[in-house]
């Protein structure tokens, strides 16, 4: 952990009038982890275009990279070294060129994590800042072309950063994310992000609906809220009351031209019955559902402190299929976790035969520094997590398949996101978050119309338009 400097940098939310004078600089974001982690790179963009920054896809000669990290596993972690290692010869060559310095930033959860030891292993690294302090980035980046060195790490105050930014956004298509929530209380064994993003906090009501009511006027459809717990939300109302997800999302089905709302991640003891409810009956909610068990086995889930047992989760699955029929689901597991024997794996195949998913993410457990689980007895053996993350690939994919198999002849509502790979193609989303391909039908991107799947890929469907449309 590194020197804190929390002073209070006043909020810079009407900079707009800078954009004209400022000259043009290059930006190059570089995104790792998680959802929160791509909504948080656009917020960057969003703070630093008012002082001239446009962004831009490539590193090379960009006057400011911004690598926002993700510490969850240890993969994820030492991907950061290796890239400011290529920076640093890029930045050589920038200069050498005569065009400049390039500054390097390291934002995101090991910027929060690692951020002394960034700046003892990376000299390179201009300056680190944590995922609740980027709103001070102008700031920051000002002082760092004159000395350099800043290291800035607010400790989970999420509600200052939400204040700061704008509620203005810009729309990169019909989609969207939105935060509407942060941090976790649920302390997994395995799990950095109670560290990495502070304690459960939920943006009041009011804010979020400026902010989706200005996606929304770009031309947004279908928008995904974000949350580490996004099911937990309980933010305030304007009268002072705290909300659920349900009402959130029913006050923003209500926004002109928000047809469909998404949220992702939650966890099966905040399932509410009101949220169940909310997917039968607000037809903007998506029938589709992110909710990860990690492992089938009541030993390992113990051991896990996730906090239920194998039977409440089949039986919380058992309910939602019950009132939403046509509800697709999606999970992350993890094998090897400490103490994970083949019986205990066998438990986790067995619960992903009797749910049935449409996806899933799977990692192998990955020690993470400081965690509970690390000091655990019972690591298991690299090669037996491989076959096992294999096995519940492949019984995974199998399932996908077969989900997807079985929509061939039906006709689905697809919202069209951008154009395919070739002439009048276009590629959009399926209530279940399939990418669905269909041929002539690019000046429908931004429009939800109806397509008859023809077909399946292997990670999409293939889609024809009814003739109406055509
Ligand atoms: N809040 C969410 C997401 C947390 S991170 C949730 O509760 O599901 C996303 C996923 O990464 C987790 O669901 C878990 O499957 C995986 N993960 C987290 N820590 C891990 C670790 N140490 N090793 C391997 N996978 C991990
Ligand atoms: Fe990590 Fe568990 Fe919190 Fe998810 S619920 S963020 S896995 S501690
Ligand atoms: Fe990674 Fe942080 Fe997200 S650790 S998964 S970027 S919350």
């Not at 990690?294 to 009132?323: T, W």
């Not at 298991?380 to 491989?386: I, N, Y």
């Amino acid at each position: 952990m590194f020197g804190l400097e929390k002073g209070r940098l006043k909020p810079h939310k009407h900079r707009m009038s800078e954009t004209a004078s400022a000259a043009s600089k290059k930006l190059h974001i570089k995104t790792y982890g998680c959802q929160m982690n791509v909504y948080d790179s656009e917020r960057m963009a969003d703070l630093l275009r008012p002082l001239g920054y446009a962004v831009s896809d490539q590193a090379e000669g960009a006057d400011l990279v911004l690598l926002n990290t993700c510490h969850i596993r240890e993969k994820a972690a030492e991907k950061v070294y290796s890239e400011i290692g290529r920076l640093k010869v890029m930045r050589q060559e920038k200069e050498a060129r005569g065009e400049g310095r390039m500054t390097i930033a390291v934002a995101g959860c090991v910027a929060q994590a690692e951020g002394e030891e960034i700046m003892n292993r990376a000299p390179a690294v201009d300056l680190v800042v944590g995922p609740q302090a980027y709103h001070q980035l102008p700031e920051l980046i000002a002082r760092t072309t004159r000395a350099k060195g800043e290291r800035l790490k607010a400790d989970f105050a999420p509600e200052d950063k939400f204040d700061a930014l704008s509620t203005e956004r810009q729309a990169s298509g019909p989609t969207a994310f939105l935060t509407v929530q942060e941090g976790c209380d649920k302390f997994c064994t395995f799990c950095v992000v109670p560290y990495t993003r502070g304690a459960e906090w939920s943006r009041p009501v009011a804010s979020i609906l400026e902010e989706a009511r200005s996606l929304a006027s770009k031309g947004v459809r279908e928008i995904t809220l974000l949350g580490q717990n996004v099911n937990a939300y309980n933010g305030r109302e304007a009268d002072g009351e705290e909300s659920t997800l349900p009402r959130l999302m029913q006050a923003l089905s209500e926004i002109e031209g928000l047809d469909r709302i998404r949220y992702t991640t939650s966890h099966p003891n905040d399932m509410t019955d009101e949220l169940i409810r909310a997917h039968a009956e607000n037809p903007a909610v998506m029938p589709y559902l992110h909710l990860p068990v990690q492992s089938g086995s009541d030993k390992i889930l113990r051991a896990m402190n996730r906090k239920h047992g194998r039977q409440a989760y089949i039986d919380l699955i058992a309910r939602l299929k019950a009132a939403v029929p046509n509800i697709a689901l999606s999970g992350d597991f993890i094998v090897g976790f400490p103490g994970e024997t083949e019986k205990d794996f066998e438990d986790t195949m067995d619960l992903i035969r009797t749910v049935g998913y449409a996806s899933a993410f799977s990692f192998k457990y990955s020690k993470r520094p400081g965690t509970p689980a690390a000091a655990m007895p019972g690591q298991v053996d690299e090669a037996v997590a491989d076959g096992r993350l294999q096995a519940l690939q492949a019984l995974i994919n199998e399932q996908a398949q077969a989900f997807k198999a079985s929509l061939v002849g039906q006709t689905i509502d697809v919202l069209f996101e951008k154009p395919g790979r070739y002439g009048q193609q276009a590629v959009g989303r399926s209530p279940w978050l399939h990418a669905v391909f269909a041929e002539d039908a690019a000046h429908l991107i931004g429009q939800i119309v109806p397509v008859k799947i023809v077909g399946v890929g292997n990670n999409s469907l293939i889609g024809e338009l009814e003739k109406v449309h055509a």
